[in-house]
């Protein structure tokens, strides 16, 4: 089970430049995150996904654009890259929840970008 | 104001000893869950234990068990026999909205940072 795939690992990025992350998952799930951990700091929301053609902003949406056009993938695209945007970025995946919506978030193993 | 608060940037056990994390939270929902997640220096994310607010008792999962009082909105996390691998920074969350309202969305305190001690 490869679970949740992201690519790259790192990126070193200059300012202005873009780039998309990548983010795969084999569960079947249909709710997708993406997260941002700044250094010593939790997660911040980004966007998310409860299914394929279906998108919502989180807590720190601005920067970023996604888009889910199936229920494997889903890609976070940064345009003008800044400074403020250096930072580890998770990608989750999830199963539909039940009542109570008890299913825990699975994780990839983060993409770390340094925009300099 | 922060929903999630975790007061110990870093601890220090020793091994074989118990520890608490604390995380205290803030909510108005009745119905919301509390996760634990572990992140290695390596880090992934871990998901450890789940409490949610109308569960009679409080979780256990090995090693790991949630302290809930309900009342003072607080769930720390305990270590029992902690191991040198039960080092890393440890994450308080909370899932708001269980009856579906939430779709699935998490928030994170800032973590406590454990080292285990040979």
């Known amino acids: 089970n490869a679970g949740v795939t992201q690519t790259p690992k790192f990126r070193i990025l200059k300012i202005g430049q873009s780039m998309t992350l990548q983010c795969a998952q084999d569960?079947?799930?249909?709710?997708m995150y993406w997260y941002r951990q700044d250094p010593g700091m939790g997660l911040k929301l980004i966007y998310y996904?409860?299914?394929?053609?279906?998108?919502d902003k989180g807590e720190v949406p601005n920067g970023y654009n996604v888009s889910r056009s199936t229920t494997e993938d889903f890609p976070l695209r940064l345009e003008l890259a800044a400074p403020s945007q250096t930072s580890v970025y998770f990608c989750?995946?999830?199963?539909?929840?039940?009542?109570?919506?008890?299913?825990?978030?699975?994780f990839g193993n983060g993409t770390r970008l340094t925009v300099t | 104001a922060q929903k999630i608060t975790q007061t110990q940037p870093g601890m220090f056990v020793q091994e074989k000893e118990a520890v608490t994390l604390d995380c205290t939270y803030d909510?108005?929902?009745?119905?919301?869950?509390l996760f634990w997640y572990k992140q290695p220096s390596s880090g992934e994310m871990i998901f450890l234990i789940y409490?949610?607010?109308?569960?009679?008792q409080n979780a256990t999962e090995g090693r790991y068990s949630l302290n809930f009082q309900k009342a003072r909105k607080s769930a720390n996390l305990v270590i029992s026999a902690s191991q040198l691998g039960d080092s890393a920074m440890y994450f308080c969350a909370m899932r708001e909205g269980l009856g579906g309202t939430s779709y699935g969305k998490l928030t994170f305190g800032q973590g406590t940072i454990l080292t285990v001690h040979p």
């Open positions: 996904s409860v299914g394929a053609g279906i998108t």
């Open positions: 409490q949610g607010s109308y569960d009679q």
């Open positions: 569960m079947n799930h249909n709710y």
């Open positions: 909510t108005s929902d009745p119905s919301y869950g």
């Open positions: 989750a995946s999830r199963r539909a929840g039940g009542i109570p919506d008890a299913s825990p978030l699975h």
